[in-house]
């Protein structure tokens, strides 16, 4: 299977940027669809942007304009850039990995990483 480990998550101001960035191994990675979702306490996961293999990007209308997922095959690595932060981006935040040709909800998604947590104060 293909294992995924997230990083760069802290405690920012709003208005503030944080960068995550996800490493996968077990599998070529270019193969999969990846995804970036988010949960808060008590709330359900959603997911907030995704990029397919063939690099066509997709975001949550939450946050279009203020993040951009991108992804470098040969570091087998996605990443997402988040910029104009606000309190209700505040979650754990997840990178995910999809076989499916143009994943869209959380089912399509099949290998997952522990999460890493963002805090934005107010």
Request: overall charge positive; glycine content about 10%.
């Amino acid at each position: 299977q293909v294992q995924l480990v997230e990083s760069g998550g802290g405690l920012v101001q709003a208005g503030g940027s944080l960068r995550l960035s996800c490493v996968a191994s077990g599998r070529t990675f270019s193969t999969y669809g990846m995804g970036w979702f988010r949960q808060a306490p008590g709330k359900e996961r959603v997911l907030v942007a995704a990029i397919r293999r063939s690099g066509i990007k997709y975001y949550a209308d939450s946050v279009k304009g203020r993040f951009t997922i991108s992804r470098d095959n040969a570091k087998n690595t996605v990443t997402l850039q988040m910029n104009s932060l606000k309190p209700e981006d505040t979650a754990v935040y997840y990178c995910a990995a999809a076989r499916a040709v143009v994943p869209s909800i959380a089912a399509d998604f099949d290998f997952w990483g522990q999460g890493t947590q963002v805090t934005v104060s107010s």
